[in-house]
């Protein structure tokens, strides 16, 4: 049984910082890739970064390139998400995903609310 668990959502002021973490256990050695999705109230959940398990290669969203760092620590199955220089459109629930084939997520956290104030 894989669960992620994501936590360091909170409320901060346009221009603030903020770390989120997921942590993975169970199959979540197996994981080709994880990565941060999230999804504002009344919209449909988007991709917001992604990083290749095994090779640590990264992508992003256009709307946080630059400001949001994706990484990964393999021993302890764990991926972040360095949120700097947030906007209020960043406000929203920020999941953490689990592909087992490349791009295909279907493993998912409970996720964590992120709202940035302006």
């Known amino acids: 049984q894989v669960q992620l668990v994501e936590s360091g959502g909170g409320l901060v002021q346009a221009g603030g910082s903020l770390r989120l973490s997921c942590a993975a256990s169970g199959r979540a050695f197996s994981f080709q890739d994880m990565g941060w999705f999230r999804q504002a109230p009344g919209k449909e959940r988007e991709f917001v970064a992604e990083?290749?398990?095994?090779?640590?290669?990264?992508s992003y969203a256009d709307s946080v390139r630059g400001r949001f760092t994706i990484s990964r620590d393999s021993a302890k199955n764990t991926v972040f998400l360095q949120m700097t220089s947030l906007k209020p459109e960043d406000t929203g629930v920020y999941l953490c995903?689990?592909?087992?084939?490349?791009?295909?997520?279907?493993?998912w956290g409970q996720g964590t609310q992120v709202t940035v104030s302006s």
């Open positions: 990083v290749v398990w095994r090779s640590g290669l990264t």
């Open positions: 995903g689990g592909a087992l084939f490349s791009g295909r997520y279907n493993y």
